[in-house]
């Protein structure tokens, strides 16, 4: 089983500085090997620092898409969209922005986005989006994105965005990038910063399960950036 790069930092700042750096490298890799870049783009608190200090001296090209959404409205707080839109977008001037629209409801939302996904990303040899970054987060169950512990979307095949019902944290209706296109991306960085992921992040280290989805990543192309805290249950220096 391969194994993925593990940025060990010191503390949340440090792991925001190192994402914001692995952002900025391989979204100018990408543009000059293809001209142009895609991103998805995590929700929650964890990134938002990561956000703030990303600088590209020029975004065009860029096209910046989620990794998942809650059915909410766009100015809702539980929104994701709402968050980047606070952190990031203010300071991306020319790059375009993807939007999953969960007010739609959670299946008329992923047809939409699996459509717009279809239409602009590289496809693989399975007909899978090929991202050139993803970024992710971890919860404390060992989810990513919004696929939950042994729920039944970490099995769909076929569909780049899912419907997802359910959720064991509110709202329960959300839109997530399936587990194909997580493993399919060029590139994935799981961020982690606080004791209590440390469990998750051993969970997402250790033997594949659909108990921690995350460990379900494809550990070749995945760097986990995480802190002394956050990684305090695995072993190494």
Known sequence: MSSPTVVRSVDYEAVSVA?????????????????????ALDGGKTPER?????S????????LWFGDERCVGPE????????????LLDHTPGAVVHRIEGELGAEVAASAYDVALRERLPLDADGVPVF??????IGEDGHTASLFPSHPELAVRGAAAIAVHDSPKPPPDRVSLSLEVLRAARACVLMASGAGKAAAIAG???????????????RERLTVIADADALADIGGP
């Open 56 to 63: 590209l001296p020029s975004w065009e090209g860029v096209e």
């Open 19 to 39: 994402a914001a750096g692995l952002f900025t490298a391989t979204v100018a890799a990408a543009l000059a090997a293809r001209g142009a870049a895609h991103v």
């Open 132 to 137: 050139d970054l993803i970024l992710l987060g």
């Open 76 to 87: 809702d707080p539980e929104s994701n969209y709402r968050m980047v839109a606070e952190t």
């Open 50 to 54: 990561t956000y703030a200090l990303i």
């Open 204 to 218: 997402a280290l250790g033997e594949p399960t659909p108990l921690v989805p995350a460990s379900l990543l494809a």
